[in-house]
């Protein structure tokens, strides 16, 4: 399994970005891919889950309303769009073949900064 994210950066509040996640290695087409995030100093948090085939999706409460999880199956690739950002947003964030609410017991990818700041 290799899983490559990118689309990180430094936005001012507000803004928006959109994650990428490249997958290999594994039949993209059938797995749950997630977003999860870890902010300095603290632990993983769940982000947002989508279904093999493009729905559901489920999203945590903190994001809800302003993140969209997707998919391209044709591309191995999972995406996370991120309106309204907000400085408690700022975290490295990492993809995972998890389902809902589940953390990975190992990170696969480098993770993508994501920096919320005036």
């Known amino acids: 399994v290799q899983l490559v994210e990118s689309g990180g950066g430094l936005v001012q509040p507000g803004g928006s970005l959109r994650l990428s996640c490249a997958a290999s290695?594994?039949?993209?087409?059938?797995?749950?891919m997630s977003w999860v995030r870890q902010a300095p100093g603290k632990g993983l948090e769940w982000v947002s889950s989508?279904?093999?085939?493009?729905?559901?999706?489920y999203y945590a409460d903190s994001v809800k309303g302003r993140f969209t999880i997707s998919r391209d199956n044709a591309k191995n690739t999972a995406f996370l769009q991120m309106n309204s950002l907000k400085s408690e947003d700022t975290a490295l964030y990492y993809c995972?073949?998890?389902?809902?609410?589940?953390?990975?017991?190992?990170?696969r990818g480098q993770g993508t900064q994501v920096t919320v700041s005036s």
């Open positions: 989508i279904y093999s085939n493009g729905r559901p999706e």
């Open positions: 290695g594994f039949t993209f087409s059938r797995a749950w």
């Open positions: 995972a073949t998890t389902a809902p609410y589940e953390l990975p017991t190992r990170i």
